[in-house]
């Protein structure tokens, strides 16, 4: 049971790239949710997903794509990467109705 | 002003010192939790609570609802102690669904 796996955990892009971000649970929870941590700033919410065809739009949704094909697996897309996008971004997933989080180890992205 | 408030942003202890950390929060939630991030970047859910108070081994966590406050403590602090720990809210209304995070307070156990 390998929880949440993120890859890649460090990456470099350059301004106008685009990337996928991969996250996958083997927990089979409904609910997953992508994360951005920036200094100073508490964890703000991408997009998140309830459950395999369906997702929706957090906090801070621009400039990344999402979707969700399997309970398993619910990749981070970044289609034209710019600098403010450099960030920490963390994976998370939980049963549905239960509140408890867990959480990938996150990818450092630094876009130049 | 963030709906989550964390304080203090920094704390230095020396080994075995008893330590608080404070949460306050601004809207009605269903849940609060408490995670700890290590230097490598991981995080990891520690408390989850609705009211009270929870222990695991050296940690205690308390939530007054009326006042919207938690804290989280810690006995006898250990070097392996250092970390960032970020309380998390789960709002009542609206979405029920997300968390509003945080910003850290970074501890710092010293040897």
């Known amino acids: 049971n390998a929880g949440v796996t993120q890859t890649p955990k460090f990456q470099v892009l350059k301004t106008g790239q685009s990337m996928t971000l991969q996250c996958a649970q083997d927990?089979?929870?409904?609910?997953m949710s992508w994360y951005r941590q920036d200094p100073g700033m508490g964890l703000r919410l991408i997009h998140y997903s309830v459950g395999a065809g369906i997702t929706d739009q957090g906090e801070v949704p621009n400039g990344y794509n999402v979707s969700r094909s399997t309970t398993e697996d619910f990749p981070l897309r970044l289609l034209s990467a710019a600098p403010s996008q450099t960030s920490v971004y963390f994976c998370a997933s939980r049963v549905q109705t239960a509140t408890e989080a867990f959480f990938g180890q996150g990818t450092r992205l630094t876009v130049v | 002003k963030n709906e989550v408030e964390q304080s203090p942003q920094n704390l230095t202890a020396q080994e075995g010192e008893f330590i608080t950390i404070n949460c306050s929060y601004s809207?009605?939630?269903?849940?609060l939790h408490w995670l700890q991030q290590h230097p490598g970047g991981g995080i990891v859910s520690l408390f989850m609570l609705s009211s009270g108070k929870k222990k695991h081994g050296r940690l205690i966590a308390t939530i007054n609802i009326q006042e919207k406050h938690s804290s989280l403590h810690i006995t006898a602090s250990h070097p392996r102690d250092s970390a960032v720990y970020i309380c998390a809210v789960r709002n009542s209304s609206g979405s029920a669904r997300q968390l509003t995070f945080g910003s850290g307070t970074q501890l710092t156990v010293l040897p």
């Open positions: 927990m089979n929870h409904e609910y």
């Open positions: 809207v009605g939630i269903s849940a």
